[in-house]
């Protein structure tokens, strides 16, 4: 499935794309760049070892391509997305989650995100499935949540979460979230007012067509 969205006078597509593991050392030095030239690395995140986890298969690597953009674009990568299968992030602070087989998705770098979620989050989502996945964890940066509150729905229990503090410059902490910290996205509960509902539960509710941290 593509994904397009008119932008004035041309039309931007993308797809997100499985790595196969034996691929991995082919594509690494263009992943790499991505990472470094958007400086969207986490801090402190051990690029050495995540890439011995990729050629293991621990991780896999899901690198988002355009199919339609301007010349510039499409000899470029538009993202990259690591997801882990397994146990939960060890690093919950609450009860809202399980110890169920979960799939931890990490966007490390994105460009023009919009043109490509839709078609990652299909692609994780029959991913996670096909691997017994019963809850979704999503990280990225604080301006991601928009796209990464997608995956409600489509898996039992759905938490979303930060890898890093700064994004642009501004300290992300003003949200009360610290990296690995997750929040569980749920549905506004019907006839309860915001803060009622915030003071029984730190999580994320959906309103409007936009997550709210509920604090």
């Known amino acids: 499935m593509l994904i397009h969205y008119d932008l004035g006078k041309r039309t931007t597509k993308g797809e997100l794309l499985l790595v196969p593991v034996e691929l991995v050392p082919a594509v690494w030095d263009r992943a790499y760049y991505l990472i470094r030239r958007k400086g969207q690395a986490p801090e402190g995140y051990d690029i050495k070892a995540l890439y011995q986890r990729l050629l293991l298969g621990r991780d896999r690597l899901w690198l988002a391509v355009f199919t339609h953009a301007k010349a510039h674009l499409m000899n470029s990568y538009g993202g990259m997305v690591i997801s882990t299968v397994g146990p939960p992030p060890k ?19 994105a460009r023009k995100i919009y043109s490509w979620f839709d078609d990652a989050v299909e692609k994780i989502t029959a991913y996670g499935l096909e691997n017994e996945c019963r809850q979704c964890f999503a990280m990225g940066r604080q301006g991601w949540f928009g796209q990464m509150k997608k995956f409600y729905g489509r898996f ?8 890093r503090l700064k994004t642009r410059g501004r300290d992300t902490r003003q949200c009360t979230m610290r990296p690995g910290y997750f929040r569980r996205i749920e549905p506004w509960p019907e006839g309860v007012k915001f803060w009622t509902a915030a003071s029984r539960k730190r999580q994320f509710y959906l309103r409007g067509g936009r997550a709210h941290a509920a604090d």
Do not use: K
């Open 91 to 109: 690093d919950l602070s609450h009860v809202l989650f399980t110890r169920d087989r979960s799939i931890t998705v990490h966007v490390i770098a």
């Open 156 to 163: 039992e229990r759905v938490g979303i979460g930060l890898d």
